[in-house]
């Protein structure tokens, strides 16, 4: 519930960009900048929740998190200008880290590796549904009120799941050796952890980051109306939440490199081939995006988890960090070439390099030998 009313609040920015933009009386490029202050410190925060959580569980540190999400989130509601909604939205990305990647955590601590995958998909439905909520009501919102309405809606979510989360805290005990910045620091020195969080990084710089001025596309490019393109991004969700659900069945048929291969490959035929698809027909392209998105990175995820089995907390957290930071990035240089030189060259430099990026992520992120039982040994 907590991810899904995370996913909710970010998207609701994303469908109505331009509306946001026009109402604080800034360029989209400029406004753009909103969605790299809550992806940059999502990655950096997730760090300090990942040593906090291997040291007194994850469940704990998201029920503080909780509160601190619908106090800060609500400040959006009143920004008057960029700057400030800027720093509003930087202050809910860092406590946003808290509750993606601590559940991932949790069900890398509860769950055996063979059946891992199956759950974590389950998880992403969750996100997907939060998701299609925020593009559907983002949409809907912009277009008969505000879009001021999405940060208060998100902020009062979040407020009726604190007392729940204080009763199930416990659900998951300390790491024995959470091992802290040492942890972290021993896998940034390891060359197989450093080329998966790399790839991760660059997944997060094209197709998280491409997918953010999606909505943007459809209104300046395409003319849409709000109301349609929250319509239509929300479609691309429900095929995210459909595959994810069928992600058992999947995982049997395909091997884990091909199920990257296939994603990515997915990701980078849809950019392409929004070039040539305009209006209500780009939701051909996005569904098939939604379903690629969740083949490759529920995968990468997967392998997440497992990275460092003794400190998952650790392995998770610089995860998120490769992912974000390389979303926030992602997210800023693709706001200046869209400057310079329009949506166009967006969505080539997503499609090539992502393309580029399926040929050689499936040797870079495999781990170093199957997970056995052993690695499975109990945190409940």
């Known amino acids: ?79 008057p200008d960029l700057p400030t909604l800027a720093l509003a939205r930087l202050a809910t990305g860092a406590i946003a880290a808290a509750f993606f990647p601590l559940a991932l955590m949790t069900v890398g601590a509860l769950v055996p590796y063979a059946r891992r995958q199956h759950v974590i998909a389950t998880l992403t439905g969750a996100v997907a549904t939060g998701t299609i909520a925020g593009a559907a009501l983002g949409g809907l ?84 109306p709000y109301g349609e393109i929250g319509v239509i991004l929300g479609l691309e969700a429900v095929v995210t939440l459909i595959v994810s659900r069928q992600m058992g069945r999947l995982r049997r048929m395909v091997s884990e490199d091909a199920a990257i291969v296939l994603g990515l490959g997915g990701l980078a035929l849809s950019f392409g081939a929004l070039l040539l698809v305009h209006g209500r027909l780009a939701v051909l392209p996005l569904a098939l995006m939604g379903g690629a998105f969740v083949l490759c990175h529920t995968t990468f995820q997967t392998r997440a988890t497992e990275i460092a089995p003794d400190r998952r907390g650790a392995g ?32 080539v430099t997503c499609g090539a390099g992502l393309g580029a990026l399926a040929l050689v992520a499936p040797p870079l992120t495999r781990l170093r030998a199957a997970p056995v039982a052993g690695a499975d040994r109990g945190t409940r």
């Open 1 to 79: 519930m907590t991810t899904f009313v995370v996913m909710m609040d970010g998207r609701m920015i994303v469908t109505v960009l331009p509306d946001v933009a026009r109402d604080l009386g800034e360029s989209v490029p400029a406004t753009g900048l909103i969605l790299t202050a809550y992806l940059v410190p999502y990655g950096v925060f997730s760090l300090v929740y990942g040593q906090l959580a291997d040291r007194i569980g994850p469940l704990r540190v998201v029920a503080g998190a909780s509160v601190a999400f619908a106090a800060v989130t609500a400040v959006a509601v009143v920004a």
């Open 141 to 224: 919102l912009a277009e008969v009120a505000s879009w001021r309405l999405m940060p208060a809606l998100a902020a009062l979510l979040m407020a009726a799941l604190i007392v729940p989360l204080r009763r199930v805290r416990s659900a998951v005990a300390p790491t024995a050796h959470p091992g802290g910045l040492a942890a972290q620091r021993a896998l940034l020195r390891d060359r197989r952890a450093l080329a998966f969080y790399g790839v991760v990084g660059i997944e997060g710089a094209l197709a998280f980051a491409g997918q953010g001025f999606l909505g943007a596309l459809l209104h300046e490019r395409d003319g849409l």
């Open 316 to 347: 998770v957290s610089l995860f998120v960090l490769a992912l974000f930071l390389g979303s926030g990035g992602g997210t800023a240089l693709l706001a200046a070439l869209l400057g310079a030189a329009g949506y166009t060259a967006v969505l």
